[in-house]
């Protein structure tokens, strides 16, 4: 598929993408601010007005409250999950700037995906990624019930935390160069992993998303939730298929099993599988009727 | 009696992935502040990229090898 196909086949979803950036990185943050303006809030809006991590730890650190007291950070965390449930992961594939900034960076640098990496099996791919949730949880877990007495643990949902890399980072491109005191090297690492590890080395250039972002890992779980419900998913109907595998190779989350079914954790609908079939293999389902085992 | 091995394969990931980060966290807490805080001084960022290069050629061992193979003199 060349570039100009890609374009067009996707052009409502990076359209997306791009306003998703103007939505929720300052000084934009159109979404926030607008938020903002309703509840009479002074507040500078930025991507840190609400945060992709920090809340699932404070709960295990007995900070409940520092979500619901924020009624930005509490609406957006439950509106990304509950959405999750009847569309699937939208806010990952269409709207997230961190997502599509390594993606948009992977489709840019022309490496072929034989010098990528990826795991082939969807499964352990899945499992690897609720580890790391188990296992940042696990922190959020020490630290709360103070089980472990460290303030470095306590401080690691910002510290390496590629949102919050990126609004510094915008911030500094947008007048506000003050923002790269913040910088350190845990900042670089994350730059590394996120871009560069994740971005360019890793097919389809969402390796921070499937095994750093803790919404998105959240996300995946009420997306099949939901499939299971009959809301809104992908479905492989395999009397059209000829396995010529060209959704599994070029599917940015790993999601397309060996039999070309699709592993709901790691799916975000985006429609690349179905835009790239040739064959009309997969299209979004509604309802649990018309669900036909593949 | 394969899904059971996948079963304990997949179990075994998540718990080294649940293990991992953690302790990543731990190794890392350093960075937080400056290279020269740290016994590594910097060398994470070196180590990075030849982390990438060494899984790559663990991916092409077989090309190497046959690329080798090919190459030698017997």
Request: aromatic share 12%; net charge positive.
């Amino acid at each position: 598929m060349t570039v100009r196909e890609t374009l067009s086949k996707n052009k409502w979803r990076y359209l997306a993408l791009a306003l998703g950036f103007f939505l929720f990185v300052g000084p934009f943050a159109l979404a926030v601010r607008g938020v903002y303006f309703i509840l009479d809030n002074q507040a500078a809006a930025t991507l840190h007005s609400f945060c992709f991590r920090m809340p699932i730890s404070w709960i295990f650190e007995g900070r409940f409250y520092s979500i619901v007291s924020s009624l930005v950070m509490a609406g957006f965390g439950f509106s990304v999950i509950v959405i999750s449930i009847f569309l699937g992961p939208l806010f990952c594939g269409w709207l997230c700037p961190v997502g599509a900034i390594s993606e948009g960076l992977s489709r840019a640098i022309p490496i072929p995906n034989k010098y990528r990496l990826r795991i082939k099996d969807p499964g352990l791919t899945s499992m690897l990624r609720y580890g790391f949730l188990a296992g940042f949880v696990l922190v959020g877990m020490l630290t709360g019930y103070s089980l472990v007495e460290s303030s470095e643990l306590s401080t690691v949902c910002c510290r390496y935390c590629a949102s919050s890399q990126l609004q510094n980072l915008a911030s500094a491109v947008f007048g506000d160069p003050l923002t790269l005191q913040y910088w350190h090297t845990g900042a670089i690492i994350v730059l590394v992993a996120w871009l560069v590890i994740g971005g360019v080395f890793m097919v389809g250039g969402r390796g921070w998303c499937l095994f750093f972002c803790p919404l998105g890992a959240l996300s995946g779980l009420a997306h099949k939730l939901g499939a299971k419900l009959g809301f809104l998913r992908m479905e492989h109907d395999a009397s059209k298929c000829k396995n010529c595998k060209e959704c599994s190779d070029k599917c940015m989350m790993w999601a397309i099993k060996s039999d070309k079914t699709v592993e709901r954790t790691l799916c975000m609908n985006c429609k690349e599988c179905a835009n790239r079939c040739p064959y009309g293999s997969y299209s979004l389902k509604w309802g649990r009727k018309n669900v036909k085992p593949s | 009696m394969s899904s059971l091995r996948e079963r304990v394969r997949g179990l075994w990931v998540f718990a080294v992935a649940a293990s991992a980060a953690p302790l990543s966290y731990l190794v890392s807490f350093p960075c937080g502040g400056a290279c020269l805080s740290c016994p590594m001084t910097g060398a994470c960022l070196l180590v990075t990229p030849l982390a990438v290069l060494l899984v790559l050629a663990v991916k092409f061992s077989r090309r190497i090898k046959s690329f080798f193979l090919r190459h030698s003199d017997k």
